[in-house]
């Protein structure tokens, strides 16, 4: 019998101009859970689609061993023939078709081309109900939120019986009770014996769950580690090849006069009638401050900043004061002007133009500024100064400032995000969820580019589920609960205990 369920040897997967593995090798034993940690771009996703057949044979060089036999995986169905499945950090769902038959797909109950509905809702009702969501099989998926969804894709994966499952930044869209119902989901596929790969950059939940953990560095396996081995200080060392003495650089500047004054913004609940997710509330930001805004998911946060900018407006009530003046925000336009940024939660959805390049992007909320000879032609070589003087600023990873966005990984998306915003200079800067999807060495660079903007005089409104994020970044926090503001602290009196204490009232 073979020591290891499954090995990869020497894997090494090219792209045009970018060696993404180089003779990468993992081993996998039978009821084992491997972490896989490493920055973005390390090569992290490429191998798991390696062996999950979305990359076929022939597309890569080296080999995939399962029980000692080598196997050629030409396609996913091979994959999962072997037993392999695949939870990815997209979400991956028919928002049109029920929760039903999307937890269902390709697995419908029935014989030849019947379905057998009436036992596809039962299993599916038994399976909601496991993992706590209130809602009708036959509801569209659609309806439910991107937590919700990543539970169900879970289970379409769990009820295939998997030998091997495959995870892949599977809580970047969970609540806390979520997380904890995948863990017991985790631990019991490994009492049956199954095997699990654990992509994460959540370092506590990589030491929670897993067996033992794999570093990646630029497509090259570092080192594996038993995880009761190894401190978090050396991974990160390893994932990051250098030293980070301070993960969250905080930069204590003078705080000014009140630069923006919100009062009585109330925002209606998206999905439930007559009633508000944000109810009457009103606060103020001065002046180089970094105000934090914390809570349990689906308190409101996250609608408060679209609120504000203008891009909730259905409903939305509120005044807003900017420098002691009333100003009128319908759009996100009327934001941006009077001196507004967005750094958004979903920024694949709505943080940049995928199609378009890195220059292309970093321009979009200045189109007005784009500088021109004579007022008429665009200054092209203008432009690319000043875009590349940003792209080696934020130290992007990509071959140039041409580079298509959507090629990027998650880390340097992000940081393009916030390079156009950058090139924008406004005085108030809204970001939510900043570091969500982020490596450990892009959030500490990350940090930085915050740290300079309060120096500069920017004032930043951050929504973060990060709690030592949240706790180190912020001069003061506001904590949200079902629409109210429960506590607000000074970073004298502020603590992961008070704040918690707030959030669950």
Known sequence: MAEYLLEMRNVTKRFPGVLALDHVSLQLREGEILGICGEN???????????????????????????????????????????????????????????????????????????????????????????????????????????????VALMRAYIKDPKILVLDEPTSALTNQEVDQLMDILNELRSRGVSCIYISHKLDEVYRICDRVMVLRDGQSIRVHDIQEVDEQTLIEEMVGRKIENLYPK?????????????????????????????????????????????????????????????????????VEIEGQSVQISGPPDAIDHGIGFVTEERKLNGFVWMLSIRDNMYLPSLKEIPTKGGIMIDAKEENKRTTSMFDRLKIKAPSIHTIVNTLSGGNQQKVVLSKWLLKSPKILFVDEPTKGVDVGAKAEIYSLMGELVKSGISIVMVSSDMPELLAMSDRVLVISSGHITGEFDREHLSEEAVMRAAIK
């Open 41 to 151: 771009g390390a090569g992290k996703s490429t191998l798991m689609k390696i062996l999950s057949g979305t990359y076929p044979h022939g597309t890569y060089e080296g080999d995939i061993l399962y029980k000692g036999n080598n196997v050629i995986l030409k396609d996913v169905a091979d994959a999962q023939k072997c037993g392999i499945e695949m939870i990815y950090q997209e979400i991956n769902m028919v928002l049109a078709s029920s929760i039903a038959e999307n937890l269902y797909l390709g697995n419908l109950p029935g014989k030849g081309e019947r379905v057998d509905f009436p036992t596809l809702y039962r299993k599916t009702g038994e399976i909601l109900e496991r993992i706590g969501i209130s809602a009708d099989p036959r509801d569209r998926v659609g309806k439910l939120n991107s937590g919700q969804m990543q539970m």
């Open 251 to 319: 930069v204590s500047v003078p705080i000014g006069d009140v630069i923006m004054k919100v009062e009585h913004l109330s925002v209606p609940h998206p999905t439930i009638k007559n009633r508000n997710i944000v109810e009457d509330i009103s606060f103020s930001v001065r002046k180089g401050e970094s105000l934090g805004i914390g809570g349990l998911v689906g308190a409101g946060r996250s609608e408060i900043l679209g609120a504000i900018f203008g891009q909730i407006t259905k409903g939305v009530t509120k005044t």
